[in-house]
């Protein structure tokens, strides 16, 4: 492509941009604050971050009633693996690569809560007791040692107006099941998509 001027270092990154505000540059913390913990307990929903041994990364969406990351100490979270569709992209980035980006967010607020660490995977352990959600106890976990905890603040949510419902326009694509129809199961029937992601989907999740 023509007509594009690349970066290729920091100092030409920094001459561009300018450094950040001593605030920005040393708010990380390297454990949980009450605060955190607070946020944690009222969050339903996560982005985790992972990359596999050759720096080819992955961004998966976590969600289960508020307060799903368990927090065993400040340094250390839990967080509950629940029936998906068994890619477990993440799951085998983390066997090569421990290194996790976790992003919480709270409906309604434009701030997130950040918390990078290291990972590992638990078939068991005595803490999933508390991990059950309608009768569902994993059989998997992501055990999370802390090493940087941090907020980000609202300019991407203010900027994207991600949470005025007046902005939503859920039906402005193709449903789910016609998007995978077109994309995922082109040889299965439109109907039967449709039944499968319809209200009953969501009372399929825990099984």
């Known amino acids: 492509m023509t007509g594009m001027t690349e970066i ?3 100092a030409e990154l920094r001459e561009l941009i300018g450094e950040p505000s001593a605030h920005a540059a040393h708010k990380t913390r390297d454990r949980l604050h009450e605060l955190d913990r607070q946020w944690l307990a009222r969050s339903p929903f996560c982005l985790m971050a992972t990359s596999d041994a050759q ?9 289960d009633p508020a307060g799903f990351t368990h927090v ?7 967080i509950p693996d ?4 068994k890619r477990l992209d993440g799951m085998l980035n983390i066997l090569s690569n421990p290194h996790i980006g976790l992003n919480y967010l709270l409906p309604g607020r434009g ?6 660490g290291r990972a590992r995977l638990l078939r068991d352990a005595p803490f999933f007791d508390a991990l059950v959600v309608k009768g569902n106890r994993p059989r998997l976990a992501l055990l999370v040692e802390v090493e940087e905890v941090f907020y980000h603040c609202s300019k991407a949510f203010l ?10 326009e859920p039906d402005a694509l193709p449903a789910r099941a016609r998007i ?3 994309l995922e199961a082109k040889d299965v029937p439109l109907e039967t998509l449709e039944e499968h992601y319809g209200p009953q989907y969501a009372e399929r ?3």
């Open 205 to 207: 999740l825990y099984g």
């Open 72 to 78: 065993l100490d400040d340094t250390t979270l839990v």
């Open 180 to 182: 995978v129809k077109g």
């Open 82 to 85: 629940r029936p998906g569709n």
């Open 159 to 168: 900027r994207s107006d991600l949470w005025k419902p007046e902005t939503w």
């Open 8 to 10: 290729s270092s920091a």
């Open 111 to 116: 701030d997130t809560l950040r918390i990078n």
């Open 55 to 63: 720096g080819r990364c992955d961004v998966s969406p976590k969600g």
